[in-house]
């Protein structure tokens, strides 16, 4: 029998290593400019939604363990192949190359604004390190893999560290006099929960780790929900710090908040300490981006959902069709001009949208099941149920609704969304209704979902 | 003849689970189970999960019976621990069958129903 190694201490690393990424950073310094230390109960809202989506895909990761695909293949069993695709295989898709683009121009803005004398402009910085992950990923070469957890603790132990010294007033900097609440106004908290959603999402990823973790059924959920208490208490005191050592206006327009902070609180040595660690972990997370999403693709035309050319390999067996459309794309993004805070802030809130509607499927998922399945033994049952998941759905559509406080922005990414789903949509009516020949909403069977795991399932379908 | 509940449960699932489940039904707290290799196969007649059509004809798989006796009081509870433990939500999982049991004697002291089947006393 496999030895399982990892312990709940394990699963709130890795759980707050995944979500924390130097993007957070851009959406923290930028909430917290907009209405003070107020934004710790925005925080709190999006933290509270971003657990009970944690508790659904526990369950859903008991009914249907150890699936690479995850959140798709549930979809898959619950809702059929259309809305699968639609949401599962382009919003996904779609979410995490936009937000990468975000964390790969955060990687070019930190070097120019580390780097002023030399005069380049933050894309050709960003441009030049896609282009260079590309080749990476093309030639099999996963340089990062073995320095990834010691980055993104990096990054997390850095953050605490600095924001402890900024909010218990021990930096070396300045101390600033400003108001530390700037609104308390509940239109203009609520208005930032697209923001504050931003810093806790992704804690999804822990799942696939779960085979790995001894008494998984007990240790995964409660290490993702301590996980996210972790990223609130830490961010928090990141606000505080915040208010006590850097103007909020200027924060406010900041690209690189966090270098902003480091240079505010310790001089020359903070500014130099967050731009390695942030260089690092932003170089690190679009690598395993362009990397895992080119297999996400892979494992999407596994299932038959995407075209069978994503199954292509060099020599080096990596996937290159997928790795070079997805690095493709964020090359592409970076290099047409994406730097202003606007910008950035635009893009990822337009990610994020994407990425909440793949969540309130993923509650809707856990309701289908329940009814569908009411008997399988789950080793793991998000308590309160309806209720837990309908408090989800209705939370994350009043995210959406609040994305922006700003109803011009509003309007322009509910427009960006949907012109980005209609292809999708032509494309997953068309696929399904011509290549994968299936009713357009009848849910797989589960034993089906299960089986397409397999590595034999497509050559015994194919040959038939 | 003294009334006896007991009942007894046979779990049908496949090699690889076998010794998980003894590992796991000793910290349940059962003192005794019997185990038995047997081959056979269930509604998919012995089809694998990942091929296309069902055989026409059964394919015996190898297979492993778990055989365990309890109260039936304790029945419940320990369906649910068995269940939880086998469910991987592939096609082989396997098949729990319960069964009323009449009476138990254990031969070396006579003991009968659910002393028979409890830690033994100090004979």
């Given at each position: 029998m496999e030895e399982k190694k990892l312990g709940l201490g394990s699963v709130i690393a890795t759980g707050v290593g995944l979500v924390v990424a130097t993007s957070c950073l851009l959406s923290l310094g930028?909430?917290?400019?907009?209405?003070?230390?107020?934004?710790?109960?925005?925080?709190?809202i999006a933290c509270v939604l971003n657990m009970l989506l944690a508790l659904s895909v526990a369950e859903l990761n008991a009914v249907m363990p150890n699936l690479t695909g995850g959140l798709a293949q549930y979809t898959l069993a619950c809702m059929g192949p259309f809305i699968t695709v639609i949401v599962m295989v382009g919003g996904y898709l779609v979410c995490n190359t936009v937000i990468s683009s975000v964390e790969a121009a955060m990687f070019g803005n930190t070097l120019s604004s580390v780097f002023p004398e030399f005069g380049i402009s933050g894309n050709i910085y960003s441009g030049v390190l896609i282009l260079v992950l590309i080749v990476l990923n093309l030639k099999g070469v996963d340089m990062f893999a073995k320095v990834q957890d010691f980055v993104a603790f990096a990054l997390i132990f850095s953050l605490a560290v600095m924001g402890i010294l900024g909010a218990l007033h021990l930096g070396a900097g300045e101390e600033?006099?400003?108001?530390?609440?700037?609104?308390?106004?509940?239109t203009d908290i609520t208005g930032l929960c697209g923001l504050g959603f931003f810093l806790f999402i992704g804690i999804e990823y822990v799942i696939p780790i779960s085979k790995e973790?001894?008494?998984?059924?007990?240790?995964?959920?409660?290490?993702?929900?301590i996980g996210l208490l972790s990223i609130l208490i830490m961010q928090s005191i990141m606000v505080i710090g915040f208010k006590n050592y850097t103007p909020w206006e200027e924060l406010g327009k900041d690209a690189t908040p966090h270098v902003l902070y480091g240079t505010m609180l310790l001089g020359k040595a903070g500014t130099v300490w967050m731009a390695v660690v942030s260089v690092l972990a932003v170089t690190s997370s679009v690598n395993?981006?362009?990397?895992?999403?080119?297999?996400?693709?892979y494992g999407m035309a596994k299932i038959n959902l995407l075209p069978a050319f994503f199954l292509k390999t060099n020599k080096k067996g990596a996937p290159y069709v997928g790795i070079l459309i997805i690095g493709g794309t964020i090359f592409l993004i970076n290099i047409t001009g994406l730097s202003g805070t606007d910008q950035l802030s635009f893009l990822l809130l337009s990610g994020c949208v994407f990425w909440m509607i793949a969540y309130i499927v993923t509650h809707i998922?856990?309701?289908?099941?329940?009814?569908?399945?009411?008997?399988?033994?789950?080793?793991f049952k998000a308590p309160f149920t309806p209720a837990l998941q309908i408090v989800?759905?209705?939370?994350?559509?009043?995210m959406i609704y609040n994305i922006d406080s700003d109803a011009g922005i509003r309007i322009r990414i509910y427009r960006l969304c949907l012109f980005t789903f209609i292809p999708f949509v032509i494309y997953a009516f068309v696929w399904v209704k011509k290549v994968v020949k299936k009713p357009l909403f009848k849910a797989y069977p589960v034993s089906e979902v299960m089986a397409m795991e397999h590595e034999l399932y497509w050559e015994h379908h194919r040959k038939k | 003849m003294e009334k006896v509940e007991l009942v007894k449960v046979e779990i049908i699932t496949n090699m690889a689970k076998v010794d998980m489940l003894r590992q796991e039904l000793g910290k349940f707290g059962i003192s005794g189970m019997t185990v038995y290799e047997a081959k056979g196969c269930g509604v998919q007649l012995g089809t694998k999960e990942y091929e296309a059509e069902t055989h026409s004809e059964p394919i015996l798989l190898d297979k492993q019976v778990v055989m365990v006796v309890l109260e039936e009081r304790e029945l419940a509870e320990f369906l649910d621990f068995v269940e939880k433990e086998l469910y991987t939500g592939h096609i082989g999982d396997g098949k729990i069958f319960i069964s009323p049991i009449l009476n138990v004697v254990r031969i070396r002291t006579g003991e009968e129903g659910t002393d028979a089947i409890a830690e033994g006393k100090a004979y």
């Amino acid at each position: 029998m496999e030895e399982k190694k990892l312990g709940l201490g394990s699963v709130i690393a890795t759980g707050v290593g995944l979500v924390v990424a130097t993007s957070c950073l851009l959406s923290l310094g930028i909430g917290a400019a907009s209405i003070g230390i107020t934004f710790i109960i925005t925080m709190v809202i999006a933290c509270v939604l971003n657990m009970l989506l944690a508790l659904s895909v526990a369950e859903l990761n008991a009914v249907m363990p150890n699936l690479t695909g995850g959140l798709a293949q549930y979809t898959l069993a619950c809702m059929g192949p259309f809305i699968t695709v639609i949401v599962m295989v382009g919003g996904y898709l779609v979410c995490n190359t936009v937000i990468s683009s975000v964390e790969a121009a955060m990687f070019g803005n930190t070097l120019s604004s580390v780097f002023p004398e030399f005069g380049i402009s933050g894309n050709i910085y960003s441009g030049v390190l896609i282009l260079v992950l590309i080749v990476l990923n093309l030639k099999g070469v996963d340089m990062f893999a073995k320095v990834q957890d010691f980055v993104a603790f990096a990054l997390i132990f850095s953050l605490a560290v600095m924001g402890i010294l900024g909010a218990l007033h021990l930096g070396a900097g300045e101390e600033v006099s400003q108001a530390a609440v700037l609104s308390c106004d509940f239109t203009d908290i609520t208005g930032l929960c697209g923001l504050g959603f931003f810093l806790f999402i992704g804690i999804e990823y822990v799942i696939p780790i779960s085979k790995e973790v001894k008494n998984a059924r007990k240790n995964v959920p409660m290490g993702m929900i301590i996980g996210l208490l972790s990223i609130l208490i830490m961010q928090s005191i990141m606000v505080i710090g915040f208010k006590n050592y850097t103007p909020w206006e200027e924060l406010g327009k900041d690209a690189t908040p966090h270098v902003l902070y480091g240079t505010m609180l310790l001089g020359k040595a903070g500014t130099v300490w967050m731009a390695v660690v942030s260089v690092l972990a932003v170089t690190s997370s679009v690598n395993t981006v362009i990397s895992s999403l080119g297999y996400i693709c892979y494992g999407m035309a596994k299932i038959n959902l995407l075209p069978a050319f994503f199954l292509k390999t060099n020599k080096k067996g990596a996937p290159y069709v997928g790795i070079l459309i997805i690095g493709g794309t964020i090359f592409l993004i970076n290099i047409t001009g994406l730097s202003g805070t606007d910008q950035l802030s635009f893009l990822l809130l337009s990610g994020c949208v994407f990425w909440m509607i793949a969540y309130i499927v993923t509650h809707i998922n856990v309701l289908i099941l329940r009814k569908r399945l009411p008997k399988v033994p789950r080793t793991f049952k998000a308590p309160f149920t309806p209720a837990l998941q309908i408090v989800g759905i209705l939370g994350t559509l009043w995210m959406i609704y609040n994305i922006d406080s700003d109803a011009g922005i509003r309007i322009r990414i509910y427009r960006l969304c949907l012109f980005t789903f209609i292809p999708f949509v032509i494309y997953a009516f068309v696929w399904v209704k011509k290549v994968v020949k299936k009713p357009l909403f009848k849910a797989y069977p589960v034993s089906e979902v299960m089986a397409m795991e397999h590595e034999l399932y497509w050559e015994h379908h194919r040959k038939k | 003849m003294e009334k006896v509940e007991l009942v007894k449960v046979e779990i049908i699932t496949n090699m690889a689970k076998v010794d998980m489940l003894r590992q796991e039904l000793g910290k349940f707290g059962i003192s005794g189970m019997t185990v038995y290799e047997a081959k056979g196969c269930g509604v998919q007649l012995g089809t694998k999960e990942y091929e296309a059509e069902t055989h026409s004809e059964p394919i015996l798989l190898d297979k492993q019976v778990v055989m365990v006796v309890l109260e039936e009081r304790e029945l419940a509870e320990f369906l649910d621990f068995v269940e939880k433990e086998l469910y991987t939500g592939h096609i082989g999982d396997g098949k729990i069958f319960i069964s009323p049991i009449l009476n138990v004697v254990r031969i070396r002291t006579g003991e009968e129903g659910t002393d028979a089947i409890a830690e033994g006393k100090a004979y």
